[in-house]
């Protein structure tokens, strides 16, 4: 057992990529403008498997009303009951919106993504348990089929995002978050890992950077 103020060992699960449950949502993920719910129903999915009721976690969805319909989306967010007091903070916010409507080659180069990225932003800022100087806190990306990491430490004042790339110390500006393809076996791999980095930071308390 660990002692009182050491991290607590988090046990690894395994990649979501290799669950069934994730083909069948991964099925209805398809080159279109209209094809949004299909793309803002996959995230919650992903993040239940790695932040589980076991782990004191669940996950909440929001409404952006950022957008007028019929383009609203929603917004998926891991709540986890921090200890010692289990209080109820949310650590990640996902933003998942569907195809732009030109999907031509190439489209993720040519994507707003510093748009999508500050209306990210601005939902984790506006929440006082994700804009605090007690976590670090994490947002996802999520355009159709491609995703981009980001980190929100607790030591920036202003709240910028950075890129989360499982080295904080070292992250790059966010406008350098590399653009994953959730089709891609490789880039399959490094979500898995990103996830995991954020699992074992999350659940152990070690999110203080």
């Known amino acids: ?74 917004n998926s967010f891991v709540v986890h009951l921090a200890p010692p007091h289990l209080q109820r903070r949310r ?5 998942a919106r569907w195809f732009p409507s030109d999907t031509s080659p ?8 510093t748009h ?13 348990t994700m804009r605090t100087t007690v976590q670090t806190t994490y947002g996802i990306v999520a355009v159709g089929d491609r995703v981009r990491f980001y980190y929100m430490s607790k030591n920036d004042l202003v709240g910028e995002l950075r890129t989360w790339n499982g080295h904080p110390v070292d992250a790059p500006e966010a406008d350098q978050s590399p653009i994953l ?21 999350v659940l152990s308390g070690c999110n203080t950077y």
């Open 1 to 74: 057992m660990a002692h009182h103020g050491q991290p607590q060992p988090v046990e690894p699960v395994d990649s979501f990529w290799d669950e069934l449950i994730c083909e069948a949502y991964l099925e209805w993920i398809y080159l279109g403008p209209d094809d949004f719910r299909s793309v803002h129903h996959f995230w919650p999915i992903l993040l239940r498997h790695y932040f589980t009721l076991e782990d004191n976690c669940g996950v909440d969805g929001e409404r952006c009303t950022t957008h007028p319909r019929p383009r609203q989306h929603l």
């Open 91 to 95: 650590v990640i916010a996902v933003e």
């Open 106 to 113: 190439g489209w993720e180069n040519n994507y707003d993504w």
């Open 116 to 128: 999508v990225r500050e209306t990210l932003r601005a939902h984790m800022l506006s929440d006082w």
């Open 181 to 201: 393809n959730i089709f891609s076996l490789v880039d399959q791999g490094v979500i898995h890992q990103l996830m995991l980095r954020m699992r074992q930071d």
